[in-house]
């Protein structure tokens, strides 16, 4: 599971913004607090053992997370998050698609 402090990393925030925007307590600009809800799609074991499957806009979530058009993409990139003991993990991921606006 994803700790608050991956989050906070991940979104190039403090641990407090990350802490306020989660908990919905405190002020943190509208696109910081974006930007830290766009980090996780899902966490914890409620979904352990399914197939989950995310439907997106990836064009909005990132001219909401950065505020402008994305450059020209070249490559995507998935993470699967395995926990924090080290044991060997597999994830498995069904296809993946991109279709125009």
Known sequence: MATINDVARLAGVGLG???RVISGKGSVSAKTAERVRH???????ARLDQWVSVRRNVLEDYRRAFG???GHIVAVGLMTDFGDN??????YYGDITFRPE
């Open 39 to 45: 980090i996780v799609v899902e966490s914890g074991e």
């Open 17 to 19: 913004t990350a802490s």
């Open 68 to 70: 402008e058009d994305p």
């Open 86 to 91: 080290n044991a060997p993990r597999r994830a």
